[in-house]
């Protein structure tokens, strides 16, 4: 029987947990929730892993929404490993809600403080050179425990982080569509293509040679972070979206994004935008 682990990354912190937990694991098969679900079910694996970053308080949707299509062997040994930097909401609630309805159940969950890469609201923390390592530690000590097949109950957040999200997340969720209206192309972009390549929900096409963004963003920042020329740049003082984005800009959260100059981005320094640009791989060791 096979082991599979899908991920959903923008900027490889969690590319990063599958492929470690992969090695440890051997002869495993990391597949990105970029793929069709249909396409690569998990009907007939022995261990299956999710693992996945937290954007507000939670999975990510596009996540959710893989998970929700996916085919599975609820006999498996199925692992969760989400890679929030602070706050881990209810991230792996969620996670097994969705797997309850096709009859399954976690049989281990854990979380793995990362970089926070919301680089378009704060600059990367903590420092990567502190935080990376640290990760790097855990995560050896997760897939020890994964690859032994231990159980672990999921971790959960306290009740007042749950409580509050319906206040400070929902409005910002409502108005996503509008997210990637800001967005700016300067003129160091070399048309290599490589944002469209890494963005993990195809929001993005080269046509003649520059970005074009089709409203459907998640806000991973994988082509800001992994852009080359640091070409891409944010900006909601654009006078021909103020209308567009009127209301968005109303709420707390959006009136703070911006890419200011010199603002750093972050990747996870093992994963390249190659990686991030490959749906499938085995790992062996
Ligand atoms: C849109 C967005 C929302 C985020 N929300 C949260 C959050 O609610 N809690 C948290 O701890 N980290 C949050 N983060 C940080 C990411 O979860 C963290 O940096 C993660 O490790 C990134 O994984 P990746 O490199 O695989 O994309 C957010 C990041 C983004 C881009
Ligand atoms: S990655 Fe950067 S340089 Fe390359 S096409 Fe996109 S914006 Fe231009
Ligand atoms: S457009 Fe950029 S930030 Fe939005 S989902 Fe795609 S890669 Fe991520």
New binding site residues.
């Given amino acids: 029987m096979k082991k599979v682990i899908y991920?959903?990354?923008?900027?490889?912190?969690?590319?990063?947990?599958a492929i470690k937990i992969a090695k440890r694991l051997q002869d495993t098969c990391i597949v990105s929730m970029r793929s069709n679900p249909e396409e690569v079910p998990a009907a007939d694996c022995e261990v299956i892993g999710f693992?996945?970053?937290?954007?507000?308080?939670?999975m990510?949707e596009p996540a959710v929404r893989f998970v929700e299509k996916l085919q599975i062997n609820p006999k498996a040994y199925i692992f969760a490993v989400?890679?929030?930097?602070?706050?881990?909401?209810d991230g792996c609630e969620r996670l097994e809600r969705i797997l309850e309805t096709k009859g399954a159940k976690l049989s281990y969950g854990a979380k793995?403080?990362?970089?926070?890469?919301?680089?378009?609201?704060y600059p990367?923390m903590p420092l990567p050179k502190y935080a990376v390592p640290k990760a790097e530690k855990k995560l050896d000590q997760i897939a020890q425990q994964i690859a032994f097949r231990k159980t672990r109950a999921y971790p959960k957040e306290n009740k007042f982080i749950p409580k509050l999200h319906q206040k400070v997340?929902e409005p910002y969720e409502k108005l996503q569509k509008d997210a990637d209206l800001p967005f700016t192309i300067s003129k160091n972009c070399i048309h290599c293509g490589i944002c469209a390549r890494v963005c993990p929900v195809n929001n993005i096409s080269i046509v003649d040679g520059k970005p074009v963004f089709h409203h459907k963003c998640?806000?991973?920042?994988?082509c800001v972070s992994f852009c080359p020329q640091r070409a891409i740049g944010y900006d909601l003082k654009q006078e021909d979206i103020a209308d567009q984005i009127k209301e968005f800009k109303k709420v707390p959260i959006a009136k703070m994004m911006g890419l200011p100059a010199g603002r750093k981005r972050?990747?996870?320094p093992y994963?390249t935008a190659a990686d991030i640009a490959q749906n499938e791989r085995k790992v062996d060791q």
Avoid at 51 to 58: A, D
Avoid at 82 to 89: D, R, T, V, Y
Avoid at 218 to 222: D, G, H, S, V
């Fill in positions: 991920y959903f990354t923008g900027t490889g912190n969690s590319m990063r947990a693992v996945f970053p937290i954007y507000r308080w939670t990510p989400a890679m929030p930097s602070f706050i881990l909401g793995v403080n990362s970089v926070a890469n919301y680089v378009l609201v990367p997340m998640a806000q991973c920042m994988a972050y990747h996870n994963i």
